[in-house]
């Protein structure tokens, strides 16, 4: 059956890609480039607030009784840090994000992407609804995914450098914890000048009616003037958009059904990982386990060095071997690494007793390859798919839904780790473990292979798959055949 479902996929990708010309133009590139400072940005939030939480000078002025617990020696090792005021400080962010995101719909499809990427230089987290799909419709096809990862490098290096300033400034009391929360400031401000260099993406610039200027940018994109079939599907998508008035209530609609689903259950899935958790909460996981002040350091190794490496490994493969194949062994690699992690705390580590050196540097190796395995895979990819899976008539408002889903959870799983961590102990690796089990299924069954379809014809996939053409109309599935031969005779 997978094989079949597979072979689907890829005949849907030819049958369209193979009409579009064009290559991989240095445009393309810096484009992309300057884009995906919006992942920066993202990832410098999430490195800085957990970096923040566990220095001395910032838990004495804000949550002393953190502190006096933290230095406390005979406390519950799994419960120093259990207190929902510090949890809120990290997870209230991402509930005015998800509100921002929110807003991101609209100004994305009447104003563009661009407009929203230079805003979210300003708001900050708004720019996590626009960039993935801005690289989304920048990119050709048969690159997409690759160049989509590029959000996800950019949010593993503000993870990393966050997590290394505040390790150079934890002793520069009392403004060290300060400074690094103030220095996010920079990349936004790349991100908001940046943001004016950059070109509108031609499907919004066709949307709104001006067709020359989006042929134009495709042309400059792809490095040829020979883009009249891709130019076409872009022309044909937008007048089918341009004819949908309301996006939210337009997706709610049974045609659009497996689309919304995977715009919630794939973002909802990414942080069920408890990959944020661990991003968070990594150099106060590493205080809990014994390793003392150079907890940030090696959090910022651990969690910086590796995301980092393993985010080439996806960029790589991710258009060779299908977005499938990595999120299952991805998951597979999660899955073994939490169970591993569980039994070593639970035969190990007490409440009141630390790791030995060589379980630490055991447990330090596990957590690597956990990184390593999210890092290619459900890290960059669930940004990926559900840029580039909607239709133009609502794609803002279906990456809309993704981005708040993911700030949704993010949230909460981030206001109750430390909780869940006193409370289960080492089975709060288990749950993650399970998770991870339910989201590998999900991905071999019901997710179908989007390499290499061109993204104004990804609805046809939908009516190629055994579980999803069931769920569409009658009529959609019956024009799939239509299409499909139409598409064979101009090609």
Known sequence: MLPRRSLESAEVANERAERYQGKITSFVILTCLVATIGGCIFGYDIGVSGSVTSTDGFLKEFFHTVYERKMNAHENNYCKFDDQGLAAFNSLLYIAGLVATLMASPITRKYGRRASIICAGIFFLIGAAAVPVYLSEVAPAHMRGGLTILFQLATTIGIFAATMISYAMRNLNPWGWRLSLGSAAFPALLMTLGGYFLPETPNNLIERGLKERGRHVLEKLRGTKNVNAEFQDMIDASELANSVKHPFKDILQKRHRPQLVMAILIPMFQIL?????????????????????NSLLYSAVLIGGVLFVSTFVSIALVDKLGRRALLISGGLQMIICQIIVAVILSLKFGDNQDLSKGYSILLVFFFSLFILGYGWSWGPLGWTIPSEIFPLATRSAGQSITVSVNLLFTFITS????????????????????????????????????????????????????????????????QSSHVQSSSLQTS
């Open 273 to 293: 990982t408890g990959t944020n958790c661990i991003l968070f909460y990594a150099p106060i996981l590493f205080l809990t386990m014994g390793f003392g002040e």
């Open 415 to 478: 206001q109750g780790f430390l909780y869940l961590l006193c409370a289960l102990k080492f089975g709060i690796f288990l749950f993650f473990a399970g998770c991870v089990s339910v989201m590998t299924i999900f991905v071999y069954f019901l997710l179908p292979e989007t390499k290499g379809v061109p993204i104004e014809e990804m609805t046809l996939i939908w009516r190629k798959h055994w579980f999803w053409k069931k769920l569409l109309p009658e009529n959609l599935v019956a």
